[in-house]
């Protein structure tokens, strides 16, 4: 009886190391995770954003007003994304965009872009709701950002990229006359991949997600813009014409009307 029972226990030690020993195997022979795969529906026509040609650069900002703008900042940004409008085509076969939603992850990004920037007021991010129609016309979108308070709206969107890059880019708006006043756009591929963070997730594979970097690359050349735009902003007048003298520099009369006193019990 001692002796079977002997045997178990020293079966159930092999079976249990060979156990062990085939999960240490495993793990050593697993190979990682693939990146994620680079965005690849459908993407922003440059006269969708009124270019008349895309740019050469993949990456990088440009200023289309040559001259400096007068009293601009501080003031606060509107951020639009435009997206395919699902199951709806336009003129021959091509997609209309729309206004559409923004992940929580790249909306509160977008939220924290100027926080450092004092001539910043604030980063607004809008939505299908919080446009007076989810339209992808540019003056439109322009004129929903004014009536927020905010002077300028970046509208963008997915821009034509190769096989295994994704990249963005979109235009700044003044939204008091709906001018085009800056392009910006990014791009990101397999060169660009990161070491991963030692307190990530193992789950958590952005550091090689070309649509991540992407975003991010892009967020950091629209903060460049706007840095830019600000340097290149003149303060408005602080002094105002005087209102009582006429164009042909003559003084005017002034009557000085005493009001009538009120009536006791008023």
């Given at each position: 009886m001692r002796t079977r029972m002997s045997d178990n226990r020293a079966w159930a030690v092999v079976v249990g190391l060979s156990v062990v020993a085939g999960l240490f195997a495993a793990s050593c022979g697993k190979k990682p995770e693939p990146p994620p795969v680079a965005y690849m529906g459908p993407t922003l026509a440059a006269d969708s954003l009124g270019l008349d040609r895309a740019p050469e650069d993949k990456t990088g900002y440009e200023l289309l007003k040559q001259e400096p703008s007068t009293g601009l900042f501080p003031t606060a940004v509107g951020i639009a994304r435009l997206t395919v409008s699902e199951g709806v085509a336009g003129a021959?076969?091509?997609?209309?965009?729309?206004?559409?939603?923004?992940?929580?992850?790249?909306?509160?990004?977008?939220?924290?872009?100027?926080?450092?920037?004092?001539?910043?007021?604030?980063?607004?991010?809008?939505?299908?709701?919080?446009?007076?129609?989810?339209?992808?016309?540019?003056?439109?979108?322009?004129?929903?950002a004014w009536r927020l308070e905010a002077g300028l709206c970046l509208v963008y969107g997915p821009s034509p990229a190769e096989d295994e890059y994704a990249g963005l880019w979109g235009v700044i708006l003044d939204t008091a006359s709906g001018e085009r006043v800056a392009l910006v756009r990014a791009q990101a591929g397999p060169e660009d991949f990161e070491a991963p963070s030692p307190t990530r997730l193992e789950t958590d594979l952005r550091h090689r997600d070309v649509n991540y970097l992407a975003m991010r690359r892009f967020q950091s050349q629209v903060r460049q813009c706007l840095l830019a735009m600000i340097r290149r902003d003149q303060p408005?007048?602080?002094t105002q014409p005087n209102p009582w003298q006429s164009k042909g520099n003559r003084q005017e009369n002034i009557y000085l009307v005493p009001s009538p006193r009120p009536t006791p019990g008023w």
């Amino acid at each position: 009886m001692r002796t079977r029972m002997s045997d178990n226990r020293a079966w159930a030690v092999v079976v249990g190391l060979s156990v062990v020993a085939g999960l240490f195997a495993a793990s050593c022979g697993k190979k990682p995770e693939p990146p994620p795969v680079a965005y690849m529906g459908p993407t922003l026509a440059a006269d969708s954003l009124g270019l008349d040609r895309a740019p050469e650069d993949k990456t990088g900002y440009e200023l289309l007003k040559q001259e400096p703008s007068t009293g601009l900042f501080p003031t606060a940004v509107g951020i639009a994304r435009l997206t395919v409008s699902e199951g709806v085509a336009g003129a021959a076969g091509r997609k209309d965009w729309l206004v559409g939603e923004i992940g929580f992850e790249e909306a509160v990004s977008w939220n924290s872009l100027g926080n450092t920037i004092p001539a910043i007021r604030e980063m607004i991010v809008l939505d299908r709701y919080s446009t007076a129609s989810p339209t992808s016309d540019l003056s439109r979108i322009a004129g929903s950002a004014w009536r927020l308070e905010a002077g300028l709206c970046l509208v963008y969107g997915p821009s034509p990229a190769e096989d295994e890059y994704a990249g963005l880019w979109g235009v700044i708006l003044d939204t008091a006359s709906g001018e085009r006043v800056a392009l910006v756009r990014a791009q990101a591929g397999p060169e660009d991949f990161e070491a991963p963070s030692p307190t990530r997730l193992e789950t958590d594979l952005r550091h090689r997600d070309v649509n991540y970097l992407a975003m991010r690359r892009f967020q950091s050349q629209v903060r460049q813009c706007l840095l830019a735009m600000i340097r290149r902003d003149q303060p408005a007048a602080t002094t105002q014409p005087n209102p009582w003298q006429s164009k042909g520099n003559r003084q005017e009369n002034i009557y000085l009307v005493p009001s009538p006193r009120p009536t006791p019990g008023w």
